[in-house]
């Protein structure tokens, strides 16, 4: 028996839709562009959350915080290091 949700629409009530072509290029290919989502998400944050701690130990000596000019390279300002820490006490 079908549910109120498995009805079929009439085709007079979407007309609109049926010839939308955005709406018929995910009807087609939506299933096969899910999964670099679902891959690729997860991976760019645990990415980013490496790359920051990475960073951070580079930023350091000996316990303390460092400027780095090195890292700015790689990411821009965060190798100030020293004075984003002086910056932050007050």
Same mark, same amino acid.
């Given at each position: 028996?079908?549910?109120?949700?498995?009805?079929? &629409?009439?085709?007079?009530? &979407?007309?609109?839709?049926?010839?939308?072509? !955005?709406?018929? $290029?995910?009807? !087609?290919? #939506?299933?096969?562009?899910?999964?670099?989502?679902?891959? $690729?998400?997860?991976?760019?944050?645990?990415? @980013?959350?490496? #790359? &920051?701690?990475?960073?951070?130990?580079? #930023?350091?000596?000996? @316990?303390?915080?460092?400027? !780095?000019? $090195?890292?700015? &390279?790689?990411?821009?300002?965060? @190798?100030?290091?020293?004075?984003?820490?002086? !910056?932050?006490?007050?």
């Amino acid at each position: 028996m079908l549910s109120r949700w498995d009805k079929p &629409i009439p085709i007079s009530m &979407i007309r609109d839709v049926v010839k939308n072509k !955005r709406i018929k $290029f995910f009807q !087609r290919y #939506g299933k096969y562009l899910i999964w670099p989502v679902i891959v $690729f998400s997860p991976m760019t944050i645990l990415l @980013g959350y490496a #790359g &920051i701690g990475i960073l951070n130990y580079f #930023g350091h000596q000996e @316990g303390k915080p460092m400027n !780095r000019w $090195f890292i700015n &390279i790689l990411a821009p300002f965060e @190798g100030n290091h020293d004075t984003h820490h002086v !910056r932050s006490k007050f």
